[in-house]
């Protein structure tokens, strides 16, 4: 797998998840499934093959976590980087309506559309790194291009 990058906090979290996983969630399904199997036959017995089913799933999540984490390169805001984009930025932008919108520049595992939180590969972010407060970034999306001035730029997620 190849570098990717992600910020501290996004890291964090998969640490957090990773460690919940291992600690709370799998111990008590395999809890559950230990409590179906005693139930008798396993074939016939819904519990213990969700139980199962739900067992491999955190094993797979645990598997691609741990990868993950090996590959990940955590990149931290350096102070040179203050006024302009880059990676980790948390940026406020109005577009040519007025319309006020403020996204964070994420690595790919780590996206939250929700939260606003855009990967450092989509068309917006694309756009906007390298700019400055008040520089105007056209961003090219599949409805056309539409064009956002930065109002701030912020670091520490």
Not at 44 to 69: H, Q
Not at 108 to 135: C, N
């Amino acid at each position: 797998m190849p570098k990717r990058y992600i910020t501290p906090d996004g890291f964090r979290c998969l640490e957090a998840e990773l460690d919940s996983l291992w600690r709370k969630e799998r111990p008590r399904v395999v809890e559950e499934v230990a409590t179906a199997a005693a139930h008798g036959d396993r074939s016939e017995n819904a519990e213990y093959i969700f139980g199962k089913k739900k067992l491999r799933e955190i094993d797979r999540r645990i598997r691609r976590i741990s990868k993950l984490l090996d590959v990940l390169e955590v990149v931290r805001p350096d102070p040179m980087q203050a006024g302009r984009v880059f990676f980790g930025a948390c940026v406020t932008v109005v577009d040519e309506e007025g319309v006020e919108s403020t996204y964070a520049i994420v690595g790919p595992d780590e996206i939250d559309l929700k939260a606003r939180r855009i990967s450092v590969e989509s068309p917006m972010a694309k756009a906007l790194i390298g700019k400055r407060v008040g520089d105007v970034a056209t961003v090219r999306r599949p409805a056309g291009e539409v064009e956002v001035e930065i109002v701030t730029v912020e670091y520490g997620l």
